[in-house]
Every structure is written in structure tokens, then in C-alpha cells.
């Protein structure tokens, strides 16, 4: 039986009057592909927060092997093993791509602010290992050879990847994907689809995804959950997803799943 790297507790985020999420169980399997899919509004972001350590939920649980982790800090969570991407792309734009993955493997590095003054020989010792790991991940999101590219001139597609890179560099066990392919045109969304799978396949990494298109959702996900007004309305299979009525009616509306089948039917005549 699989293990469980995530379990949400009926967590619950409230930001003055306005239940963001609320009440949302999740179990999320250990190398699985994990989709959270739902209109704009729906939580799905706030709910990466409340994992993550951005927000704190006001009730419920966040548990990360059987673990609580539920107001830890950001450093905290990403120094066990999670570590995320965002909607809107959050490189710094001025530093190097190399340095920017380097940036993020300093969860895992043991050197403190005494080393750096110093340049201690723990210090050298670490910023070698960090620059061959850095160009490692480089390579393996497909931006060989770009090292030395200030991250703000690079094309909007491989900004993507470079912050994929650098979620990478902290070695993560999970890793939550915030509509990675927001933006893309289709080349570069059947790339990030294929890296997607890559990282699960190579590196064993559990993914949670957020994500609009729904080609890419049914395509990759082994488990699809649904929020609509920060309420969990479905979860299951992706086939058993694209047919749940709950889920068609939050998407398209009241009358939406009888418009759907009438289509289908159309369709299929």
C-alpha cells in the first residue's frame, strides 16, 4: 500500500468574512501526480499557501508523513523536503540562472554567514558542489548552456523552467506546481507535461499541480481533486472527473452538465 506524503485535515482558511477554503480533506500518495483543478477563486492557491507555510489555517491540519507541520515556517518546510513553484513567476531577474538555483538549494547547505565573510574552506567547499549541482538541474529542465544568462532575459518558457530548477536545487520529496503551464504556447506545454513526468519517474518526486488546462490535467494526473468556493466538490480518477456533473456545473455553469451531454451526444450521432 502506498504511503501518504500529504494529508489535509479539514483545513480551513478564512481571510475576514470570506472562507477561502474550507473544510478540504486530501490524501495525497507517495510518487503520484495529484491534480487540484477548479475555477478562478475556487482555493486552489490559498490551499498550496496553508501546505506550504505561506498561511496558516485558522482550523484543520496539515500533516507531511504522518507529521504535523501545520504554522511552521516557509524555511522550515522547504528544509524536510517541500518545495513549490507559483503562478506568477518569482525569479530574481537580475541574478544569473545559475545563481538563481543556487539560491535554492540553501535549505540544504550547512554553511553559515561567518563562512561567507571568511570565505572558509567549508565555504569554497560548498559553492563548487552548489555551482555542479546547480548546472546539473540546468541541464535536466532542458536549459543547457544558459548558466550565465541573467534569469530576466531568458524567453518566458524557460523563466518556467528556471524556477523549476531552482525548486529542484533543495532536492525536494514533493514538489506543488502552481499552473505551470499558465502562458505557454502548445510546444512548450508538451515540454513541461514531459518534464512533469520526468521528475516523477527519474527522481520519485510526489507532485501536487495546479492547473487550468485540462488536456495536461487528464493527461499526467494519477488523482484529480476539485474546489469550487473553497469546498471540495470531487476527487477521483481522471476519467471519473471529466464526467462528474459537480464538476462540469462549476466550470460552465447551472445547466452545465445537461449542455455537456447534450454535446456528447451530438458528437458521438
Known amino acids: 500500500m502506498s504511503t501518504n506524503i500529504i494529508v489535509t485535515n479539514k483545513v480551513t482558511k478564512?481571510?475576514?468574512?470570506?472562507?477561502?477554503?474550507?473544510?478540504?480533506d486530501l490524501e495525497v500518495k507517495e510518487g503520484s501526480i495529484f491534480s487540484i483543478i477548479g475555477p478562478n477563486?475556487?482555493?486552489?492557491?490559498?490551499?498550496?499557501?496553508?501546505?506550504?507555510?505561506?498561511?496558516t489555517p485558522e482550523h484543520g491540519d496539515v500533516l507531511y508523513y504522518d507529521v504535523s507541520i501545520r504554522?511552521?515556517?516557509?524555511?522550515?518546510?522547504?528544509?524536510?523536503?517541500?518545495?513549490?513553484?507559483?503562478?506568477?513567476?518569482?525569479?530574481?531577474?537580475?541574478?544569473?540562472?545559475?545563481?538563481n538555483v543556487?539560491?535554492?538549494?540553501?535549505?540544504?547547505?550547512?554553511?553559515?554567514?561567518l563562512d561567507a565573510v571568511v570565505h572558509s574552506p567549508r565555504f569554497k567547499r560548498e559553492e563548487k558542489t552548489s555551482i555542479l549541482e546547480?548546472?546539473?538541474?540546468?541541464?535536466?529542465?532542458?536549459?543547457?548552456?544558459?548558466?550565465n544568462s541573467p534569469a530576466g532575459s531568458l524567453p518566458y518558457g524557460a523563466q518556467r523552467k528556471l524556477e523549476i530548477a531552482r525548486a529542484l536545487g533543495s532536492k525536494p520529496k514533493l514538489l506543488l506546481l502552481d499552473e505551470p503551464t499558465a502562458?505557454?504556447?502548445?510546444?512548450?506545454?508538451?515540454?513541461?507535461?514531459?518534464?512533469?513526468?520526468k521528475m516523477r519517474d527519474q527522481f520519485n518526486i510526489t507532485i501536487i499541480l495546479i492547473e487550468h488546462d485540462m488536456h495536461v490535467v487528464m493527461g499526467i494526473s494519477d488523482h484529480v481533486a476539485v474546489l469550487d468556493f473553497g469546498n471540495k466538490i470531487a476527487e477521483g480518477k481522471p476519467a471519473e472527473i471529466q464526467s462528474d456533473e459537480r464538476v462540469i456545473e462549476a466550470y460552465l455553469g447551472p445547466g452545465g452538465a445537461a449542455l455537456a451531454e447534450k454535446y456528447r451526444r451530438k458528437k458521438a450521432s
Open 102 to 113: 543556487m539560491v535554492g538549494q540553501h535549505p540544504r547547505l550547512k554553511e553559515n554567514w
Open 71 to 99: 504554522g511552521k515556517a516557509t524555511n522550515n518546510i522547504a528544509s524536510i523536503g517541500i518545495s513549490r513553484t507559483y503562478q506568477n513567476i518569482r525569479l530574481f531577474s537580475n541574478l544569473t540562472a545559475i545563481e
Open 183 to 197: 502562458g505557454m504556447n502548445p510546444q512548450e506545454t508538451l515540454e513541461m507535461t514531459s518534464l512533469i513526468r
Open 134 to 147: 546547480g548546472i546539473k538541474w540546468l541541464n535536466f529542465v532542458g536549459l543547457r548552456g544558459i548558466a
Open 41 to 55: 477563486g475556487a482555493g486552489k492557491t490559498t490551499l498550496f499557501n496553508c501546505i506550504s507555510g505561506f498561511y
Open 14 to 24: 478564512i481571510f475576514g468574512g470570506l472562507t477561502a477554503v474550507n473544510q478540504v
